[in-house]
């Protein structure tokens, strides 16, 4: 009786099958695909990102923006008559908004392993459209607990935003380009900030006869266009380049051999559980997830206090809502500057740090000037919110140098997952006793500040290190490097992680 007849597989032939698995579907792409070489480098590159940039950065931008107004919409609502009308007492509002950063890190979990089994742009549009049911749906909200249980779900499916956001633009762009995209989309974060104060105001001129509050209204208004939103999303993202109905077939090859210099791979469905366990003891990425800690701790007072914090020197709601939106500002101009100045002086740790000291300067005039001065404190609430233009970039290092479908997906999902917990420890830094200034959670915010630029330069020095020590052993063994087309393309589409790769370089 034969192998074949018992349903054994010859060793020759599980080898090759073991092989073909954890094979990025990007390379079989390629090979089943004999496009004209020449065709294929005729393709003008600048035209091509273009092209692909209008397909999909806006509604990835679109995303974000809808993430985080949403989520920071409680914000407004308290200022709007919600604390008063759900009878919250205490830490109740520092306590919901908490809930919502555990479910999202909780969830961060699930999402490292149904990123690898469902395309990051059909999960991002499935959950876009949860969320926004949900957000519509906390228009119902009765007292503490409903609320709770609403930013609880709500917490659930947007825990998917940030590392989806990241694999999907790993997908189409090579590391270098990724930076200025990533800061892109997280713009939507600082166009919520604004177009946040201004929905806010608009809703507060709700007749206050009205059946429903205004800020019910708001909930239910942002809740139906949400889910909209993710509806478009789920149909028009593609699931992977190879997919992508708005590229022919020779721009997909062209696209698919210029980004494999990333070596980071596409999509492969093969989970790794080794993956994981490297990931847990790589370095890198734990200095990559308590920068994002110590960066988020600020960006929960931000997203769950300001408007609070700025109704405390003496203005009204309405006052509160648009003294709000200038933060939004300095957001937009972080985010934009390091964009940019990333793809002219390509130094990630050193844009991180540069941000960061605004932040330190906002955190201190916060904490030590009188609460006579308004001008100085408002000028230190709108400093305080140059910390979220160095997220994009940290999001970025992740998915630029952390290599294998499968650890890519854990790491996004891990570093995505810290920002709740900065968001956590943010919130819980306002306690009822400290009001009305809250001084120790502005102290917080200068020393976390303070720590995530230290870190930057250990992350810096760790990667030059490490690069260093690879460049050393190459040259001590050049017969071990093969620069042939076809072992380039076994380690670009092999699912090699960056510690397996020899040849793979961390950029910094």
Known sequence: ????????????VAAEQLAMEKQDEALQYLEGHNVDSAAVDAVDLKKLRTKVDWNIVPLMF??????????????????????????????????????????????????????????AGKWLGFNVFLWGVVV???????????????????????????????????????KSEQAPRFSFWY?????????????????????????????????????????????????????????????SEVEKVALLRHISVNKTGIWNEKFEMKHIFESVLDVQVWLLTLMVVLQSVSSGVVTTYSSTLIRNMGFTGEQSALLNMPGGVVSIFFTILVGVGIRKLDHRWAWVFMCSIPGIIGGGLMSFL??????????????????????????????????????????????????????????????????????????????????????????????????????????????AIDSSSETFNSEAWSGLTDKENCSFRYVY
């Open 187 to 247: 713009l939507g974060l600082g166009v919520a900030q604004i177009t946040g104060g201004l929905i806010s105001f608009g809703f507060q001129h709700v007749d206050a006869n009205a059946p429903l509050s205004g800020w019910r209204i708001m909930f239910i208004v942002l809740g139906i266009f949400t889910a909209l939103v993710g509806v478009v999303v789920y149909f028009f993202i593609p699931d992977t380049p190879m997919k992508a109905r708005f590229l």
């Open 370 to 479: 009188p609460n006579s001065n308004k001008a100085g404190l408002l000028i230190g609430v709108y400093l305080v919110n140059a910390i979220v233009a160095p997220l994009p970039v940290i999001y970025h290092w992740t998915a630029a140098n952390c290599a294998g479908y499968t650890k890519r997906s854990f790491c996004s999902a891990l570093v995505a997952g810290s920002f709740s917990i900065g968001n956590i420890i943010g919130p819980q830094t306002f306690q009822a006793r400290d009001a009305p200034q809250y001084r120790p959670a502005k102290i917080a915010v200068l020393a976390t500040q303070a720590g995530a630029a230290v870190l930057a330069v250990v992350l810096y020095a760790y990667y030059v290190w490490e690069n260093k020590r690879r460049d050393a052993r190459a040259a001590a063994e050049p017969e």
């Open 1 to 12: 009786m034969s192998m074949a007849d018992t349903g054994l597989k010859e060793p020759g």
């Open 62 to 119: 679109m995303c974000y923006w809808l993430q985080f107004i949403d989520k920071v919409i409680i914000n407004y609502a308290a200022v709007m008559g919600m604390t008063k009308e759900l009878k919250l007492v205490g830490n109740d509002f520092t306590n919901a908004s908490t809930s919502f950063f555990i479910a999202y890190l909780v969830f961060e979990a699930p999402n490292t392993l149904l990123l690898q089994k469902v395309p």
């Open 136 to 174: 519509a749906g906390t228009a119902g909200v009765k007292n503490y607990a409903t609320l709770v249980v609403a930013r609880v779900f709500l917490g659930i499916f947007e825990a998917t935003i940030g590392p989806s956001l990241m694999i999907i633009c790993s997908q189409y762009y090579t």
